[in-house]
């Protein structure tokens, strides 16, 4: 069975959340397969097996009244130069609506002229149902009506009720053709603020993208001489030899096989510090040399590349919704039909129970319409998270999916790994005990063997021993795991190891490492991992805000209790297993706020069954793959820095929702009274959207506390 592939389909047309509601609807009615559809980033998403699924689904969204414009899993962007559509439409709609309203405070005959009016209004509000009619239309068809249905109407009743008027020449008491250009006018340039306003909170996906928008220096060989031809980045194919110079954007992930430089990575990472690149040495595409010349040969392109898989990971979550968004999705079905029930009733009470006349009973019925906002309910999630989505990812921090963003904020313990998450993975030396032979002498010959091992502990070992004289050893033998040893010129034999090679002269198996003379125990060496610069800091920021911290180690108890002794953790599990690591997430996890945080390889199991996994991993592919937030910079303080986004985001996303629902409890009401003009109404409904906006796009530059 061939695989099914990710589809992503860019459209225009959708205005509100009903829109997207609907064509949803409709894919999960034609059996396509996990159908999303995001009304802020005008992106439907589905898995396609077959061309021939994905052009069908391309056929019913365009049937529906909307237009595909991209089809992005082909690679295919549009670039539109000049005014957009909805720019056209409202500038071509405001320049007939200014006169009508000028009539309504000059008094010039021709002015208020009922046929004058008509010719006036009769070109917005063609305008008005090639744009809200149609999508009204098609939305019923869809059987999830939108907010257009309420426009239509709204503007359709004061269209006919002037015309009305006009021929049957009833006076200046029936015409108000002014309301019905007006409302089109206004929410054509609510959408207008609404799209543009929109486009700012996807800025981050738009950077991301432009990184990879670069020139490549192609490398070929003709007859033994290297060519050097400049080409687009998005031309560069797999093991494609290229040339970066110094202020170059490296083009696509690679190894460095001929120079060295530095580049800077904080881009991708967040990390300012630039990184050393020799020979053997990985590039990542999109981040900048700064110093020197290279030649890359290509490992990875487009959707593979380190960056390419940032960018899809951001863009799946802004896809996603957090628990919140199904309420407001269920509460928008509904919302249309119910406002077309309370605007009946309005012209009901008020025509036939107050004995108002028919043309104020019809306004403020028209006014019920037009002031409701089922938009400011859609946008008050989607803004929010994509705004907070793009920010994290600027700070070096991926999120796999807005749902990630209301986890961390409901994070409640923390779960630590020691090695490699809280500690450097660097060594130092707590303590040497000796026996027979004096503490010089065994560094002396720590150092002497350990110079000769690539073993992380080795290595530590020798770099604070470094300034030790060594003795001469011969014959040296490294057992895996085990040990290394040596022989002198007097012919001693030197081992240092691990308890193995000491368990017949000792039971005590708690030290780091064993130093054998002539298979006699004569000292000892305790290590401490040295513990990353920036932990303190984010163990007692999370303690601040009532937070657990517990410390999981597969170390002895020993180790793990020293270790815990110098911060201050509420918990600590030592000597566990994977599986018991595994099994201790889960018993922890039971109120679904506990978060893991790990090196997102060895850790990988525990990290799935935590409510949050967090990688710290240094291998980017790697982790990306393992945990639903990664830290691209291994720095453990980026973790409070999530949080307080994700807390700020979830802060936004309640009063957004408190906006949309405050507004339309109050404004309507106004509206059923006879309190607000229709004008009045279409303007303030075209503001609701936009507050909505801006209170998002506040996240951008938020400073958090």
Known sequence: MKPKKDTVLVVEGMDCTNCALGIKKQLDKAGLDNVDVNFATAEVRFNSASEEQTEFAIHKINKMGYKVVA????????????????????????????????????????????????????????????????????????????????????????????????????????????????????????????????????SAIDELVKMQKVTA?????????????????????????????????????????????NANESAITGESVEVEKQTGNAVI?????????????????????????????????????????????????VFVPVVLLISVVTFLINYFAADIDFQHSLLRCIAVLVIACPCALGLAIPTAVIVGVGRVAKQGILIKGASTIQKINDIKTIIFDKTGTLTTGNFTIRAINTNDISENEAKKILFSLEKFSTHPIAVSITNELKNEFPIELNDIKDEKGISISGIDNQGNNYAAGSYRIAKHETSDYSHSVY???????????????????????????????????????????????IFASQLNFDGVYSEKLPAEKLELVEQLNKNNDLCMVGDGINDAPALSKAAVGISLSDSTQI?????????????????????????????????NL????????????????????????????????????????????????
């Not at 303080?637 to 985001?649: F, P």
């Open 71 to 202: 089809n992005l899993s082909e690679e295919e962007q549009i670039v539109k130069k000049g005014l957009s559509s909805i720019e056209i439409k409202f500038y071509f709609s405001i320049i007939f609506t200014i006169p009508l309203l000028t009539a309504m405070f000059i008094p010039i005959d021709f002015l208020h002229n009922s046929y004058f009016q008509l010719a006036l209004g009769l070109p917005v509000y063609l305008i008005g149902m090639w744009h809200f009619g149609k999508s009204a239309f098609f939305s019923i068809k869809s059987g999830v009506p939108n907010m257009d249905v309420l426009i239509t109407i709204g503007t359709t009743a004061a269209f006919f009720y002037s015309l009305s008027g006009t021929l049957l020449d009833l006076g200046h008491n029936y015409q108000f053709y002014e309301t019905s250009a007006s409302i089109i006018s206004l929410v054509l340039l609510g959408n207008l603020l609404e799209h543009k306003a929109i486009k700012k909170t996807t």
């Open 623 to 655: 982790a990306i793959k393992s945990a639903q937030v990664v830290l691209l910079n291994g720095k453990i303080n980026l973790l409070s820095k999530a949080w307080l986004i994700s807390h700020a985001t979830m802060k936004v996303i309640k009063q």
């Open 285 to 333: 595409g999109g981040t900048i040399l700064v110093s020197g010349n290279i030649k890359v040969k290509v490992t990875a392109i487009g959707n593979q590349s380190v960056l390419g898989q940032i960018i899809d990971l951001v863009k799946n979550a802004q896809q996603d919704k957090p628990e919140m968004q199904n309420l407001a999705d269920r509460i928008s079905a």
């Open 658 to 705: 408190f906006w949309a629902f405050f507004y339309n409890i109050i404004a309507i009401p106004i509206a059923a009274f006879g309190l607000l003009d229709p004008m009045i109404a279409a303007a303030s409904m075209a503001l609701s959207d936009v507050v909505v906006i801006l209170n998002s796009l506040r996240l951008r530059t938020k400073k958090l506390k």
């Open 217 to 261: 220096r192609l490398i070929s060989t003709v007859n033994g001489i290297e060519q050097i031809t400049e080409i687009e980045a998005s031309k560069v194919r797999k093991d494609d030899m290229l040339l970066v110079n110094l202020g170059d954007k490296i083009p696509a992930d690679g190894i460095v096989y001929w120079g060295e430089g």
């Open 515 to 561: 130093l054998v003379k002539n298979g006699k125990l004569v000292a000892t060496v305790d290590l401490q991992d040295e513990i990353r610069a920036d932990v303190p800091q984010t163990i007692d920021f999370f303690k601040s805000k009532d937070v657990k911290i517990i410390l999981l180690s597969g170390d002895k108890k020993e180790k793990c209790d």
